[in-house]
């Protein structure tokens, strides 16, 4: 479904230039969950960025359903990012004047979805976390595993094909992030979806079905993982 082949991304001129990745080339299947670690400026975010239309690639070649994802103007690189690609941060980007119902329906704003069906949609997602009792409160009154259960429901709420997840657990205590990963892990698993978790924690990537390894912009293992797989930390980025 995703094919990068040979991708380099590099910024600044001249003398001053920074390549932040180096001829990566990988796919992307349905089904897996993919962890990726590196150390601070490895690529690992320039990475997500380019496969969720977020920027472009400077060489290289992008495939998404056999598109050249080169060739696409502004409007089809949107309607992409909006209909395709489902987005989870660290910061979990609540608006704090909203509740949980609004937040989760601001996706639909940005689709062709009738407006008559944004509700029952979103509740339905909602439910699918297991948080649709929470749909009218606030951000503030959520703890920080709810609070992200509700941006994973909100990159959700468009039936993405491909979830693209930078730090995910950053901001929780272990026992809620391992939790969170569980809900990504069961979202490529029976939703049959792309998830790729850019991460730090050992323990994150240990529950990954393919564990990616970069170093300068450069993937330097790609390996399948088995359960109860060890994985060591790597420092934040």
Known sequence: MIELIGVSKVYGREASTVRALDGVSLQLNPGELTAVMGPSGSGKTTLLNIIGCLDSATSGDYFLDGRDVAKLDLRAKAALRNEVFGFVFQ???????????????????????????????????????????????????????QQ?????????????????????????????????????????????????????DGMVASQA?????????????????????VVFSHPKA
């Open 91 to 145: 910061a979990f980007n609540l608006l704090p004047d909203k509740t949980v119902l609004d937040n989760v329906m601001i996706p639909f704003r940005y689709s062709r979805v009738p407006r008559r069906q944004w509700k029952s949609r979103t509740l339905a997602v909602l439910a699918q976390l297991g948080i649709e009792a929470l749909a009218l409160r606030y951000p503030d009154q959520l703890s920080g595993g």
């Open 148 to 200: 992200q259960r509700v941006a994973i429901a909100r990159a959700l709420v468009n039936n993405p094909r491909v979830i693209l997840a930078d730090e995910p657990t950053g901001n929780l205590d272990s026992t809620t992030g391992r939790e969170i990963v569980e809900v990504l892990k069961a979202l490529a698993e029976q939703g049959g979806k792309v998830v790729v978790v850019v991460t730090h």
């Open 209 to 229: 079905h393919r564990l990616l390894q970069m170093m300068d912009g450069r993937i330097i293992d790609d390996s399948k993982l088995e359960v109860g797989s």
